[in-house]
């Protein structure tokens, strides 16, 4: 199976499962795990690691539209070493205290590649689903898309010191407490914009039509693209940019974006099926774990 499969299969016998993170009696909980081979790249300092990892769970927990509370990480490493580790916690601790969360601590282990699996609990009384868009609704994105894919580009070129800065995204918690009230439904863009619309549809039983000259665009993807063609992949298809995708009653759209602590791009509107940009069907393609 692949890992799309396995989600349906899980989702299929796991009545909570489905969305972003799990809620149980209002507790929202997440866990992800990132392996050294897939999701950093060589140059990645391990405070960078901290901060991702922590953030990508975090990340999961605005998602759903809910208040972060804390955040625990197994950390496996071939050595422990003291330096790499004092790094780590720092870029976990100063991740959580960015949307005033708590890092509470976790497990070590030795492996053979540097590894680390993260849990992230947060609080909603009325979390946000992926389930609830309908037709006629506007499509939008927090933020800017393709920051991931441009340090990507920086730790290939061996611009490691650009590489981490633009890895340490900023988990949009508060901007999913301010959309919360106004969506029918969210989820994040961990898996790039084209996939997260395509799953999205699918929760939704929906489809979309968005606009790519409307998608807002990391300024540093300019840095490091060769044209207009692969500008769009890097900010549609690359993934891991962690940012805010939902749906909002048209007549919600300006509260939406007056509540929202980080710019909210309107890029399109959802349809009865398809998924749609400039005319065309959009690719169902993405980061994909392993």
Do not use: K
Not at 115 to 141: H, K, N, Y
Not at 199 to 228: C, K, M, N, R
Request: charged share 25%; hydrophobic share 45%.
């Amino acid at each position: 199976m692949d890992e799309r499969t396995a989600l349906r299969r899980l989702a299929a016998s796991l009545p909570a499962a489905g969305d972003d993170a799990a809620v149980v009696d209002g507790l929202v909980v997440t866990t992800d795990m990132l392996h050294e081979a897939t999701d950093f790249p060589p140059g990645t300092t391990r405070y960078t690691a901290g901060w991702r990892a922590v953030g990508a769970s975090l990340s999961d927990v605005a998602a759903m539209g809910a208040s972060a509370t804390a955040a625990v990480a197994v950390y496996a490493a071939p050595t422990l070493e003291e330096a790499e580790l004092d790094a780590f916690l720092d870029g976990a601790r100063e991740v959580c205290d960015a949307v005033d969360a708590e890092y509470v601590g976790g497990d070590l282990d030795t492996t053979s590649e540097f590894t680390v699996a993260t849990t992230a609990l947060g609080e909603a009384d009325t979390p946000v689903p992926r389930s609830g868009a309908s037709p006629g609704d506007v499509v939008c994105v927090t933020g800017t898309l393709g920051r991931t894919a441009a340090a990507l580009r920086a730790f290939d070129a061996g611009d490691v010191e650009r590489g981490n800065e633009l890895f340490r995204f900023s988990p949009r918690v508060a901007a999913g407490i301010a959309l919360a009230p106004h969506a029918t439904a969210m989820m994040d863009s961990s898996d790039g914009l084209a996939r997260s619309l395509h799953q999205l549809a699918e929760a939704s039983a929906v489809g979309f039509e968005i606009s790519t000259g409307a998608l807002p665009v990391h300024d540093a993807v300019d840095e490091y693209a060769a044209d207009d063609a692969d500008r769009r992949e890097m900010a549609t298809s690359v993934g891991e940019d962690f940012e805010l995708v939902c749906t909002l009653p048209r007549e919600a759209v300006d509260a939406a974006r007056a509540a929202s602590p980080v710019p909210v791009a309107a890029i399109g509107e959802v349809t009865a099926d398809g998924v749609v940009a400039d005319g065309e069907p959009l690719a169902d393609v993405g980061y994909t774990h392993g």
